[in-house]
């Protein structure tokens, strides 16, 4: 892996790559927060195998992978995108993510896509909490993992400093297999740790020299941590003690261990890379030490009614089963479904059933429908190249699956089959939309909808009480891509108008009201006089309706209609327009006329008594709390807590989870953490996270009252 020299083999734009067999495949995602030069890796490994002529740049808006006008815009990725390409006889999928947190929607679908994970850190920065979290979550779960430093010839770069922040944030299997040479600020060369050699690139192409005596001292103390490394990792018991007695270890047995520890995710490797350096030694690692599909174990596969089914396995004669990692929705072409096949193989004009399944709390109903494959192609940037099947293991974008959407399985119509979805975080910062014309308004649903299926990590709310219609997002830049969306490709304008929190209102006191609907207007008159006594009940009590009418004064049969009216009108509120809670209303006394009175006179006659009990006594709004559990690095717990109580939070308490965080948490109005994704983010340099539940109603504290409800 880290001694051949070898080119990259032709795979031109015009000609989709193609594998026949899964053990010609390697689906890598890349991982690694904004700007740590991800979109520019991804142009020097097209480069170097020729699948383009030169790299983009992402300041030019040239770059493959950020093609979409709003990453060209802000400079920077905000889809998940496929940029496949050929290295020795082997195709890589390589997998490019958007290194914001507010778009880890994309994040997990590559993840979800991948069978090994290349994280990419500036040599230039630090390592940040986000990318430490990841790196948890692929060890969770076994993923092989590798870790590449970019912008080494940048003026602030420190390879040594980075090597070892790497080192503390992902652990002591983290090692480099190369030194990265620097002339005069530019990077021109490699030193293989375990050839001792140095690949010279300052002419442009690849030489082989010796190192200069200045690097022996680096040489000796990395190579032999990288040794020491690899043979802790080996199956071969005897290479330690060989090797401890001193005895020279074969180099070839060396990179064999190496390449099995780094495709089980046992070890890690570390890459450096500079302008117009390290891409090749990328590609090796990536295709000599990165497992195949057929290595990389499948999600949990079950039958539509959740049945396991057990020996699916990643066989291109086996049971078709595949999983749309991504759909995007173009008005000229229709929705494109990037498909991650499993198993089986995927070819045009087949019928396939589509499953979706879990997702319904987010606007994505549950469906199953059979579909006609419409063409394969192997997408590279905005260019769709035809291809003419897609076997087990590879990915491949299908066009107008109408009713697919992301995270939906594709499978046999014979045999529908159901995978397992991937773990989305819920988005937890609404924000209120409306069109901002009548045309606007006519197209928005449909917008919407088209929005839902792309992003699973969007859910769509339209409120009934505050009449609002509500995008649940990850965070503000979320929010503004999705509006950007919304007029740029689907030609809808809305503007954010105010979140409205849904408050209730209640009474504060006891006491006795009267309605009266008494009218005479020719022919039948209303008559309908109705007592109440009205009383709160504590929080949680909903409402109670007693009947203590004795003597028949109100018909029984009108009875229920007091009851109807005193129900409509505590829904419509009686002080803000907000609906009432936590109420006993007991019918005791009242008047009926024998012709004249009737089920709507006296529904009228509830209402009005409730209106007027609410001029006697003093009428509560109140406000909801939820209960907040917040997620967070030990570090940021006292600042946390500090900040919840401004927000007029009561912290419960805390709990140790794992090493390193905690759980704080704390009951909170509602009020008061519509933007709490957003504040917790910047408090927690993006590694915090939170839930929140709904716990019950309390009063408004007064000095808010007229705030709020104005």
């Not at 071969?236 to 990179?255: C, F, N, P, Q, V």
Request: charged content about 25%; overall charge negative.
């Amino acid at each position: 892996m880290a001694e051949k020299a070898t080119g990259g083999a032709a795979g031109a734009a015009g000609r989709a790559p193609a594998a026949d067999r899964p053990d010609m495949v390697r689906n890598v995602v890349l991982v690694g927060h904004s700007g740590s030069g991800k979109t520019t890796l991804v142009e020097a490994l097209l480069a170097a195998t020729r699948t383009v002529q030169r790299p983009g740049r992402v300041e030019d808006g040239t770059t493959v992978s950020d093609f979409d006008e709003v990453e060209v815009r802000q400079q920077r990725s905000v889809n998940l995108t496929l940029a496949p390409m050929v290295h020795n006889d082997i195709k890589i999928n390589l997998l490019d993510t958007p290194g914001y947190a507010d778009f880890v929607g994309d994040l997990r679908a590559g993840l979800r896509a991948a069978d090994a994970a290349l994280f990419v850190v500036s040599a230039a920065e630090d390592v940040d909490g986000l990318t430490r979290m990841l790196w948890e979550e692929c060890a969770a779960v076994g993923m092989p993992r590798a870790v590449v430093i970019t912008k080494i010839d940048h003026q602030r770069a420190d390879f040594h400093e980075v090597l070892a922040s790497c080192q503390d944030a992902f652990g002591d299997s983290v090692a480099p297999l190369y030194l990265p040479v620097v002339t005069n600020g530019r990077m021109n060369g490699l030193i293989g740790l375990l050839t001792q050699k140095f690949y010279n690139y300052a002419t442009g192409a690849r030489t082989e020299n010796a190192p200069g005596p200045s690097y022996q001292e680096q040489i000796e103390e990395y190579r032999g941590a990288l040794i020491e490394g690899i043979i802790q990792e080996s199956e071969d018991e005897s290479l330690m003690d060989r090797y401890l007695s001193g005895e020279e270890i074969d180099t070839k047995a060396l990179i064999g261990d190496l390449e099995k520890a780094v495709a089980r995710g046992g070890f890690h490797p570390v890459l450096a890379t500079g302008t117009g350096v390290g891409a090749l030694e990328v590609l090796q690692l990536i295709t000599q030490g990165f497992p195949s599909p057929l290595e990389h174990p499948l999600p949990e596969v079950t039958e539509i009614d959740g049945t396991p089914v057990p020996g699916i396995a990643c066989d291109p004669e086996g049971p078709l089963v595949a999983e749309v990692v991504k759909t995007t929705s173009d008005p000229y072409v229709g929705r494109i479904s990037l498909v991650r096949v499993f198993s089986g193989t995927l070819r045009p004009d087949m019928t396939v059933h589509v499953s979706g399944h879990g997702l319904a709390d987010r606007g994505h109903e549950d469906h199953d429908v059979d579909e006609r494959i419409g063409a394969l192609s192997s997408p590279l940037g905005k260019l769709q190249r035809t291809t003419p099947l897609c076997v087990a293991g590879d990915i491949v974008a299908v066009a107008k699956l109408s009713r697919a959407e992301t995270g939906d399985t594709l499978s046999s119509k014979e045999r529908p089959l159901l995978m397992a979805s991937w773990t989305m975080p819920e988005p937890l910062l609404p924000v209120a939309i409306q069109a901002t014309s009548k045309a606007d308004d006519d197209k928005l649903g449909q917008a919407l909808q088209r929005l839902v299926a792309e992003d699973p990590t969007l859910r769509l709310e339209n409120n009934a009480e505050t009449r609002q219609l509500v995008l649940w997002c990850m965070g503000e830049a979320h929010a503004d891509v999705l509006l950007d969306r919304l007029s740029k490709r689907h030609g809808v304008e809305v503007e954010k108008i105010e979140l409205r929190v849904p408050l209730r209102e209640t009474f504060g006191g006891s006491c006795q009201a009267l309605g009266r609907n008494v009218k005479q207007s020719g022919g039948h008159g209303q008559f309908a006089i109705c007592h109440l006594e009205v009383e709160p009940l504590p929080s949680g009590g909903g409402f109670e309706f007693v009947d203590k009418i004795v003597g028949g004064v109100v018909p029984r049969q009108f009875i229920p209609s007091v009851e109807k009216g005193v129900r409509t009108q505590m829904q419509r509120g009686v002080m803000a327009g907000y609906p009432m809670v936590d109420v006993r209303v007991t019918l005791y006394d009242g008047k009926a006329h024998s012709v004249d009175s009737s089920d709507m006179a006296f529904q009228i006659a509830g209402a009005l008594a409730l209106k007027e009990a609410a001029s006697k006594v003093s009428t509560l709004l109140l406000e909801p709390v939820d209960e907040v559990a917040v997620l967070i690095a030990d570090d940021h717990v006292g600042a946390v807590m500090s900040d919840l109580s401004s927000r007029r939070g009561r912290v419960l308490g805390s709990e140790p989870v794992g090493t390193g965080r905690t759980l704080v948490r704390a009951e909170v109005p509602a009020l008061e953490i519509t933007r709490y994704a957003i504040d917790l983010r910047s408090m927690s340099h993006g590694t915090g996270s939170f839930q929140r539940t709904f716990l019950r109603y309390e009063p408004l504290p007064a000095h808010l009252v007229d705030k709020v409800a104005g």
